[in-house]
């Protein structure tokens, strides 16, 4: 199993940056795609951007050339970078893994960000 640990959400301006950080443990070897999520109340989670194991990466339009996905060499750990933001990127944030043979993918416990003048 892999547990998840989450931070670097806050509140922020308008065309602020803040940088998301998730942090997986345990069986990482079988991961095979890390991504976030986000979540405003009374609204379905919607999904921002996925680093697969081969490099690829994909974005959501609303955030595509504001938002970077990334992960470290030990590939045990998943950034968003969020430039420009706006108002409208105001949400709960979940980090989500998935790996071979998993039953289900896992997600973190969410990080709040506000962006807000």
């Known amino acids: 199993q892999v547990q998840l640990v989450e931070s670097g959400g806050g509140l922020v301006q308008p065309g602020g940056s803040l940088r998301l950080s998730c942090a997986a443990s345990?069986?990482?070897?079988?991961?095979?795609?890390m991504g976030w999520y986000r979540q405003v109340p009374g609204q379905q989670r919607e999904l921002v951007a996925h680093?697969?194991?081969?490099?690829?990466?994909n974005y959501a339009d609303s955030v595509k050339g504001r938002f970077t996905i990334s992960i470290n060499n030990a590939k045990d750990t998943v950034y968003l970078q969020m430039n420009s933001l706006k108002s409208e990127d105001t949400a709960v944030y979940y980090c989500?893994?998935?790996?071979?043979?998993?039953?289900?993918?896992?997600w973190g416990q969410g990080t709040q960000v506000i962006v807000s003048s």
């Open positions: 989500n893994v998935g790996g071979v043979g998993w039953g289900k993918s896992v």
């Open positions: 345990g069986s990482i070897s079988s991961i095979v795609v």
């Open positions: 680093f697969f194991r081969t490099g690829s990466t």
